[in-house]
């Protein structure tokens, strides 16, 4: 009899949790450097969470546009229930990491995410995801007018959280793809060129790596006494869990070999950590450090409107 009591427990749980609690997106901001985590193989800084009120606004995919005076310039991605897609917008902290303005910067009428920043000649360009046009586009961020301006289609591929990295006088663009057997993985690609705006060649060896974890993109790409990082997402028990930090052995235009340095996984002992669960995205510079995490929210009406989103695929 208990055993039929549990059961019928746990199932009732299960369907409370499915009709009525949303996964909800949000950014977290702290100061500290990527450095410290990669030599003390430790990550333990300390994280401000923004709160958002309405449990059908998301806020992911953080990328440090700017940090001046202790002032921190974020650009995003940023998702509301009712539109039903997400768009670029940027975020300004004051010097306490306290959020204090926020504005759409991009919006094309269909989902945006994963806004990387790339940097050359005192120019800002900035790269979203923007899978479901098939092709990767880059823009330049205006400061003055705090926008982005479209400059091309540079990959005509569907390609997932895209980094641009420049390295030995080529420019390379690494996204993943689903492959076409329809398998539950992701495939990295790889892409050099000559010139920002390409024209781009793919790497003979693609794809690079395929699998749920260590390989599609959980930030930019950076270097640390010699050695270049690239920080990627495990999705093999649920998306977005944690983030598998990869050391580079290998990059040129023949071969590309990496392998895995560290877990980067969220510490709810730590008091403003509890209640996240997740963690799919790590960005650093100039003393600070970005990722973004999902807490539980009970909202009925918004995880209505995502089960009609899923069933309709």
């Known amino acids: ?100 303005d926020h504005k759409i910067v991009l919006d094309t009428g269909s989902h945006l995410s994963y806004p990387h920043i790339f940097r050359e000649n005192n120019r800002v360009f900035v790269l979203p995801e923007a899978s479901k046009s098939g092709k990767l586009s880059c823009y330049e961020y205006v400061a003055s007018v705090n926008a982005l301006v479209f400059l091309k289609d540079i990959i005509e591929l569907p390609l997932l959280d895209a980094n641009v990295l420049k390295y030995k006088d080529k420019y390379w663009v690494f996204g993943v793809t689903r492959p076409a057997s329809g398998e539950d993985k992701f495939e990295l690609c790889g892409f050099y060129a000559d010139q920002l705006l390409g024209p781009y060649t793919a790497h003979p060896a693609n794809p690079l790596a395929a ?42 235009e023949a071969g590309f070999e990496s392998e895995p340095y560290m877990t980067i996984m969220i510490d709810q002992e730590i008091e403003k950590n509890r209640g996240i669960h997740t963690l799919h995205t790590l960005n650093g510079t100039n003393g600070i450090i970005v990722v973004d995490g999902t807490r539980k929210k009970f909202a009925p009406l918004v995880r209505y409107k995502e089960i009609k989103k899923e069933k309709r695929g």
């Open 1 to 100: 009899m208990g055993n039929i009591f549990s059961k019928a427990i746990r199932k009732l749980s299960f369907h409370y949790n499915y009709r009525c609690i949303v996964n909800q997106w949000v950014i977290g901001i702290s100061r500290g450097n990527l450095a410290d985590i990669i030599r003390n193989k430790q990550f333990n800084p300390d994280i401000t969470w923004i709160d958002l009120n309405d449990p059908g606004h998301q806020q992911a995919d953080p990328f440090i546009l700017n940090v001046d005076n202790g002032s921190v310039d974020l650009l995003i991605e940023d998702y509301r229930a009712d539109d039903n897609y997400a768009k670029i917008a940027s975020m300004h902290f004051n010097p306490a990491l306290q959020a204090t």
């Open 211 to 252: 699998g749920l974890d260590g390989v599609r993109g959980a930030g930019d790409f950076f270097a640390v006494d010699g050695f270049l990082y690239r920080p990627t997402q495990n999705c093999k028990e649920v998306y977005g869990k944690s983030i598998t930090i990869n050391k580079i052995t290998r990059l040129d």
